[in-house]
C-alpha cells in the first residue's frame, strides 16, 4: 500500500502542490523554532516516553499522578498509558542521533514557574537531539498534506483546483502548524489515519468489484493508525460501514461480505497484536487511560456539551502553548467564514451533485461524511469520560473535512476557481504570519537580563 500511495503522490504532483508544500514546511519550522521547548500541551511527557524507549529499548513503566496539582506532573511521565508504537519511532530516531553523535543529547527541563505565557523558565537552549522530534512531526505533517492532495485528486481527477485547495486548507490551519511543530503521538496518528482512509478508498471503494486482496490491502494500510492512538480506532466502524455498503450493491452475498470485513479487520489489528506480543502490558495500558474510567453521569447533561463548544472551536483553529495563547478573535471571523461556509456547503453541493457522480465516487463522499461522523461520536464519548474540548481530536477526520471545505468553495467559485483558491490560501498563510509575529513572538521574547 505505501509503495502504490507513494507512486500516485510522484504522479499527481504538479507546481501549485509543490508550493503547498514549501510554504507548509517554512511556515511549520518558524512554529517550532518560535516556539521554545516544552512550550506546548504535554510534550516533555512525550519526549520522556520516547527517551525511555531509546535508552531500555521498551516503553516506559506505569507513572503515578503526583500530588500537588497539574504543574508538579508537568515533567513526569503520565503519557505511560499511550500505545507503544509512536514512541518507539521516536526512541529509534533519538537511539540513532545518540549513536551517530549528530545533536547533543537532552540534559535537563528548565525550571517550571507557570506564569501568564509560559510554563517554563525563560531559556535559550542550543539545537539538541529533541529538535530532531520536531522536524520528525514536521515532516509527519508534510506527509499528511501530500496524502490529503492524492486522495482529493483520487476521488474527483477532473476537479480543477479541488486537490490544492484541499491540500492547502489542512496545511495552513494554524492549530494544524502548531500540532506538527512539537513532539506528539498526534503526528502520527493524524498521517496513520488519513493513510487508512486513502488504503479504504483507493483499495475498495473506487473499485469496481473489490476483492478480498483490496480488503486485506486497506486493511494494512489502516494497521499503523490502529497501532499508534485510540484517537484512530474509528477507522474500525468505518470499514464495518463501508461493508454494509457493499452488501446493498447486487452480487454481493451476506458470507462474502462477512469474510472480507473479518480479513479487513485481521490485517488492520496487525500491528496493533504484533504491539501486544512485543509488549505484553499493552492492555493494562490502555485500561490506565484516563478515557477508561467509564461514563460520568453528571457529564450526561446538555450543558456539558454546550459548554464545551467554544473551546473546541477556538481550539481547531489554533491555541498555542499549553492552550493559553489563543488566535485572536478578530481572525477567527476569517478563519470561520471560510471553514463553515466551504463544509456547509460542500456537504450540500456533494449530495446536490450526486447524480452526476460514479457509484464508486458516491460511496466514497458517503465514507468522507461518516468518517467526520465516526470522529465526532469519538469526541463525544472522550468527553464523557474526562473533559478535553479540544480540536485537534477532529484531525483524524482532517482529510474529509479539508475535501467537503474545497469541494464547497470549487462550488460556489464557478469559472473562477483559481482566484478564489489563491485568494483562500493567501489570506491563511498571512494569517499564520500573523499569529507567529503578533502571538507567539512577543509571548516567548528572550529572557531579560
Known amino acids: 500500500m505505501a509503495v502504490r500511495a507513494g507512486a500516485y503522490m510522484l504522479k499527481s504532483m504538479k507546481q501549485p502542490i509543490l508550493g503547498i508544500c514549501l510554504f507548509y514546511l517554512i511556515l511549520a519550522s518558524s512554529y517550532a523554532i518560535a516556539v521554545p521547548l516544552w512550550e506546548a500541551p504535554d510534550e516533555p511527557a512525550h519526549f520522556i516516553y520516547a527517551d525511555h524507549f531509546a535508552r531500555y529499548g521498551q516503553p516506559q513503566p506505569r507513572a503515578a499522578w503526583l500530588p500537588g496539582g497539574w504543574l508538579q506532573n508537568v515533567i513526569t511521565g503520565y503519557e505511560w498509558y499511550q500505545p507503544p508504537a509512536?514512541?518507539?519511532f521516536s526512541g529509534l530516531i533519538l537511539k540513532m542521533n545518540r549513536t551517530l553523535s549528530f545533536l547533543p543529547p537532552f540534559t535537563d527541563f528548565p525550571?517550571?514557574?507557570?506564569?501568564?505565557?509560559r510554563v517554563f523558565a525563560p531559556t535559550i537552549p542550543p539545537i539538541t537531539e529533541p529538535h530532531l522530534l520536531r522536524l520528525f512531526s514536521v515532516l509527519l505533517g508534510l506527509g499528511t498534506v501530500l496524502l490529503v492532495f492524492c486522495l482529493s485528486k483520487r476521488i474527483l481527477p477532473k476537479e480543477p483546483w479541488l486537490p490544492e485547495l484541499t491540500a492547502g486548507f489542512v496545511a495552513f490551519i494554524p492549530q494544524f502548524m502548531f500540532l506538527h511543530a512539537y513532539i506528539t503521538n498526534d503526528t502520527l496518528a493524524i498521517f496513520c489515519t488519513t493513510l487508512g482512509i486513502f488504503g479504504l478508498l483507493n483499495s475498495v471503494v473506487l473499485q469496481s468489484v473489490p476483492e478480498r486482496r483490496d480488503w486485506v490491502t486497506a486493511g494494512f494500510a489502516s494497521a499503523p493508525a490502529v497501532a499508534v492512538k485510540m484517537t484512530s480506532w474509528f477507522l474500525l466502524p468505518l470499514a464495518a460501514a463501508l461493508a454494509l455498503i457493499n452488501l446493498?450493491?447486487?452480487?454481493?452475498?451476506?458470507?462474502?461480505?462477512?469474510?472480507?470485513f473479518v480479513f479487513y479487520l485481521?490485517?488492520?489489528?496487525?500491528?496493533?497484536?504484533?504491539?501486544?506480543?512485543?509488549?505484553?502490558?499493552?492492555?493494562?495500558r490502555l485500561l490506565g487511560s484516563p478515557n477508561a474510567t467509564g461514563i460520568r453521569r453528571d457529564f450526561l447533561i446538555p450543558t456539558h456539551f454546550i459548554d464545551l463548544i467554544p473551546l473546541t472551536h477556538s481550539s481547531f483553529w489554533g491555541r498555542f502553548g499549553w492552550m493559553n495563547l489563543p488566535v485572536p478573535v478578530p481572525l477567527l471571523i476569517p478563519l470561520d467564514s471560510i471553514g463553515l461556509t466551504g463544509l456547509c456547503f460542500g456537504i450540500y453541493a456533494s449530495v446536490r451533485s450526486a447524480d452526476s457522480f460514479t457509484s464508486n465516487q458516491r460511496n466514497a463522499i458517503l465514507i468522507f461524511l461518516?468518517?467526520?461522523?465516526?470522529?465526532?461520536?469519538?469526541?463525544?464519548l472522550f468527553n464523557l469520560t474526562t473533559i478535553?474540548?479540544?480540536g485537534r481530536y477532529f484531525y483524524p477526520a482532517i482529510s474529509s473535512i479539508g475535501f467537503f471545505v474545497a469541494?464547497?468553495?470549487?462550488?460556489?467559485?464557478?469559472?473562477?476557481?483559481?482566484?478564489v483558491v489563491l485568494t483562500i490560501l493567501s489570506m491563511m498563510i498571512l494569517i499564520n504570519i500573523f499569529v507567529l509575529t503578533t502571538v507567539i513572538l512577543p509571548a516567548y521574547a528572550p529572557p531579560l537580563g
Open 111 to 117: 525550571t517550571v514557574i507557570a506564569t501568564q505565557n
Open 248 to 260: 446493498t450493491k447486487k452480487r454481493r452475498s451476506f458470507v462474502n461480505t462477512i469474510v472480507h
Open 370 to 380: 461518516l468518517s467526520i461522523i465516526f470522529v465526532l461520536i469519538t469526541f463525544l
Open 388 to 390: 478535553q474540548p479540544q
Open 407 to 419: 469541494y464547497g468553495w470549487m462550488a460556489l467559485a464557478g469559472k473562477y476557481r483559481k482566484t
Open 86 to 88: 509512536y514512541y518507539a
Open 266 to 284: 485481521l490485517s488492520a489489528l496487525s500491528l496493533f497484536f504484533i504491539s501486544w506480543l512485543l509488549w505484553p502490558d499493552l492492555f493494562e
